[in-house]
């Protein structure tokens, strides 16, 4: 499956999971209502956390098409500091 897909379906999941999280707290206070307030909630976790694997990875992959390119065969060690401006003498 692509990666747009799998970014689109845990994004769903959330979703999905924040409304039984509130459905659930909408509901009286019982053994079954906390049961699936928590269930609703490590389902919102377990989403939010794939949503961040999976968008690290896009960002990784547009990163390496980037290097490909500008013909770069690593990532610069310290790239902020090649990118810095030079100052000029007395500043």
Known sequence: MALP??????????HEAFARIEAARAAP???????EWLTALT???QALMDLHEFTNESVHEKLHVLAGQLNLRAFPEEPL???EPA?????
Do not use: C, I
């Not at 206070?29 to 049961?35: H, I, Q, V």
């Not at 100052?87 to 500043?91: A, I, L, R, V, Y």
């Open 87 to 91: 100052q000029p003498p007395g500043h």
């Open 29 to 35: 206070t019982s053994t079954e209502s906390l049961r």
């Open 81 to 83: 500091r090649e990118a």
């Open 5 to 14: 897909k799998h970014v689109d379906e845990a994004a769903d999941r959330l």
């Open 43 to 45: 389902d919102y976790a």
